[in-house]
């Protein structure tokens, strides 16, 4: 009897041994998927455009693994910011040329007067030339960084362009200090007369400064030159603030955030430098007489009643006219 | 020629870094610099997966492309490697590389970058293969001893595979179908422009 329960329970124990081993075979056989639920590449592409997670190092920008958007900055910086600028600065020197050979030189109407009064003095040409001269070696660096591998670098080699572009990015990082500092003197001695008036309305109806045959009224600063301020003011911050974020990189932003601001750099930089071709145009040779306001500081009095009469006519009560008195009514100059 | 690809088989990597450690032994990078990192996604919760990512040495690279001297090239095994020589550090290629690979080292003032260091596929740079110049510059050249990168050849789990990208593409084709799941090959879509059939 014992025996015979004994066996019985071999029995039920084998049973249930096999019971549990089919159990286990039918799981296995249900093809476990442990990747169902798991992140899916191209749905995190699809959804945010990126992949980020979390690493085990210090360089928090490293936790993102894929960000394709470079690929968009890419197309960016090689093909759209080159159109841009090619066009804008191009087209900018095409247009003055064209612009020179119909119009000519303006010419200071009646010739010089001889008498002179001071249109900007020693600080305000001291901040322009210093923000000018920076200008200049900022743009020419920024455009190597865009242009310079198509234009310079064939005729350079790679040995010397490199060393020049290595030379010209220290410039471009050091002189944004000096230009900024000027664009902000700038703001600040210039806003009194630069903010736009009817004045302004009446000069650009009447096709003012150099586009119109006219001499419509003007202050200090006409509505071109209020323009020409305004660019600089507002353009040149863009630049910096832009600028100051690549230079810092990543202190303030993530990788959108830095190509953003390449592209704002960019963009606002090579219409700027379009924007100062035509301000150098009209200041040199666009102008008789344009020059010497911001060379030797003074202009001559018939070159003031021809582009800035009611400046004048201000500085005259105000006796800064040096030279003699003003001359009678309806005195005739000399012609030419 | 072969045609030089990584791939990161997710399911298999355990975030153990060695991969990373290899990398910056044999480079002897220094530090502050990864040429390779291992990233976890949705740590912590059901589903997570980590990849290894280092240069994936694309197709039409675009760090090359946006390189504003030039200082790229790529190698008949389609390395894509630079030159320490002609980079300014200008961080151009950061901007543009899909996979976050160059690094700078911080020199001087402000955010100021150094020579630009990335993976080289183990593969050094334009020096003379095995020279010094080129060690101090890039680290090993490896592929020019005929071996593999090291990160992937040292992976316990065998989930950083490197090697031609045809036959790595089988090696995974295979495993998927063997254990009849796979999360797909990361990073293969945007460096190749192409993905694994599975």
């Given at each position: 009897?014992?025996?015979?329960?004994?066996?019985?329970?071999?029995v039920?124990?084998?049973?249930?041994?096999?019971?549990?081993?089919?159990?286990?075979?039918?799981?296995?056989?249900?093809?476990?998927?442990?990747?169902?639920?798991?992140?899916?590449e191209?749905?995190?592409?699809?959804?945010?455009?990126?992949a980020?997670?979390?690493?085990?190092?210090?360089?928090?920008?490293?936790y993102v693994?894929?960000?394709?958007?470079?690929?968009?900055?890419?197309?960016?910086?090689?093909?759209?910011?080159?159109?841009?600028?090619?066009?804008?600065?191009?087209?900018?020197?095409?247009l003055?040329?064209?612009?020179?050979?119909?119009?000519?030189?303006?010419?200071?109407?009646?010739?010089r007067?001889?008498?002179?009064?001071?249109?900007f003095n020693?600080?305000?040409?001291?901040?322009?030339?210093?923000t000018?001269?920076?200008?200049?070696?900022?743009?020419l660096s920024?455009?190597?960084i865009?242009?310079?591998?198509?234009?310079?670098?064939?005729?350079?080699?790679?040995?010397?362009?490199?060393?020049?572009?290595?030379?010209?990015?220290?410039?471009?990082?050091?002189?944004?200090?000096?230009?900024t500092?000027?664009v902000?003197?700038?703001?600040?001695?210039?806003?009194?007369?630069?903010?736009?008036?009817?004045?302004?309305?009446?000069?650009?109806?009447?096709?003012?400064?150099?586009?119109?045959?006219e001499?419509?009224?003007?202050?200090r600063?006409?509505?071109?030159?209020?323009?020409i301020y305004?660019?600089?003011?507002?353009?040149?911050?863009?630049?910096?603030?832009s600028?100051?974020?690549?230079m810092?990189?990543?202190?303030?932003?993530?990788?959108?955030?830095?190509?953003?601001?390449?592209?704002?750099?960019?963009?606002?930089?090579?219409?700027?430098?379009?924007?100062?071709?035509?301000?150098?145009?009209?200041?040199?040779?666009?102008?008789?007489?344009?020059?010497?306001?911001?060379?030797?500081?003074?202009?001559?009095?018939?070159?003031?009643?021809?582009?800035?009469?009611?400046?004048?006519?201000?500085q005259?009560?105000?006796?800064?006219?040096?030279g003699?008195?003003?001359?009678?009514?309806?005195?005739?100059?000399p012609?030419? | 020629?072969?045609?030089?690809?990584?791939?990161?088989?997710?399911?298999?990597?355990?975030?153990c870094?060695?991969?990373?450690?290899?990398c910056?032994?044999?480079?002897?990078?220094?530090?502050?610099?990864?040429?390779?990192?291992?990233v976890?996604?949705?740590?912590?919760?059901?589903?997570?997966r980590?990849?290894?990512?280092?240069?994936?040495?694309?197709?039409?690279?675009?760090?090359?492309?946006?390189?504003?001297?030039?200082?790229?090239y790529?190698?008949?095994?389609?390395?894509?490697?630079?030159?320490?020589?002609?980079c300014?550090?200008?961080?151009?290629?950061f901007?543009a590389c899909?996979?976050g690979?160059?690094?700078?080292?911080?020199?001087?003032n402000?955010?100021s970058?150094?020579?630009?260091?990335?993976?080289?596929?183990?593969?050094?740079?334009?020096?003379?293969?095995?020279?010094?110049?080129?060690?101090?510059?890039?680290?090993?050249?490896?592929?020019a001893?005929?071996?593999?990168?090291?990160?992937?050849?040292?992976?316990?789990?065998?989930?950083?595979?490197?090697?031609?990208?045809e036959?790595?593409?089988?090696i995974?084709?295979?495993?998927v179908?063997?254990?009849?799941?796979?999360?797909?090959?990361?990073?293969?879509?945007?460096?190749?422009?192409?993905?694994?059939?599975?």
């Open positions: 009897m014992t025996r015979f329960i004994a066996r019985i329970r071999i039920i124990a084998a049973a249930a041994v096999l019971m549990i081993a089919g159990m286990a075979v039918t799981v296995s056989a249900q093809q476990v998927n442990p990747t169902a639920e798991s992140v899916n191209q749905q995190l592409l699809r959804e945010l455009n990126k980020q997670g979390r690493g085990s190092i210090p360089d928090t920008k490293s693994l894929e960000q394709p958007r470079g690929r968009e900055w890419r197309e960016f910086h090689e093909v759209t910011l080159k159109w841009i600028g090619g066009i804008a600065i191009l087209g900018m020197l095409g003055l040329v064209v612009f020179l050979m119909i119009r000519g030189r303006v010419r200071i109407e009646g010739g007067s001889g008498r002179t009064l001071l249109r020693a600080f305000e040409r001291l901040v322009h030339w210093m000018a001269t920076c200008f200049i070696i900022l743009a920024g455009l190597n865009t242009f310079g591998k198509e234009l310079l670098l064939p005729y350079l080699g790679p040995e010397t362009f490199a060393t020049w572009s290595q030379w010209a990015k220290y410039a471009h990082n050091y002189l944004s200090f000096p230009f500092l000027g902000v003197l700038i703001l600040l001695m210039w806003i009194a007369w630069n903010f736009p008036s009817r004045v302004d309305v009446e000069w650009l109806k009447a096709g003012g400064g150099i586009v119109g045959r001499h419509p009224p003007a202050r600063f006409n509505a071109g030159q209020k323009m305004w660019i600089v003011v507002l353009g040149g911050g863009a630049v910096a603030a600028g100051y974020l690549l810092f990189p990543f202190y303030a932003t993530d990788i959108t955030g830095m190509q953003l601001a390449q592209v704002v750099h960019g963009v606002v930089a090579v219409l700027f430098v379009a924007a100062m071709l035509g301000h150098i145009y009209i200041g040199t040779i666009g102008m008789e007489g344009a020059f010497e306001a911001m060379g030797g500081g003074t202009v001559d009095v018939n070159w003031a009643k021809q582009h800035h009469s009611l400046w004048l006519a201000d005259e009560a105000k006796g800064r006219v040096k003699g008195a003003p001359p009678a009514a309806g005195h005739m100059q012609a030419e | 020629m072969a045609r030089m690809k990584f791939l990161c088989d997710a399911d298999r990597c355990i975030e870094n060695a991969c990373v450690t290899a910056k032994n044999e480079h002897e990078v220094p530090w502050g610099i990864n040429r390779r990192r291992v976890t996604i949705n740590d912590g919760k059901p589903g997570e980590s990849v290894s990512m280092a240069c994936m040495h694309c197709t039409d690279a675009p760090c090359a492309a946006v390189c504003p001297v030039n200082c790229f790529t190698t008949a095994d389609a390395v894509v490697l630079h030159s320490k020589d002609l300014i550090g200008c961080g151009y290629c901007y899909p996979f690979a160059p690094q700078y080292p911080k020199v001087g402000f955010g970058r150094g020579k630009m260091d990335k993976c080289t596929y183990c593969a050094g740079g334009p020096e003379a293969d095995g020279s010094e110049a080129e060690f101090v510059k890039y680290g090993a050249n490896r592929l001893e005929g071996k593999l990168p090291l990160c992937a050849e040292m992976c316990s789990t065998k989930s950083l595979l490197a090697g031609d990208g036959i790595i593409a089988q995974y084709k295979e495993r179908a063997k254990r009849g799941y796979g999360s797909g090959a990361w990073g293969w879509q945007v460096a190749y422009r192409e993905t694994i059939a599975t």
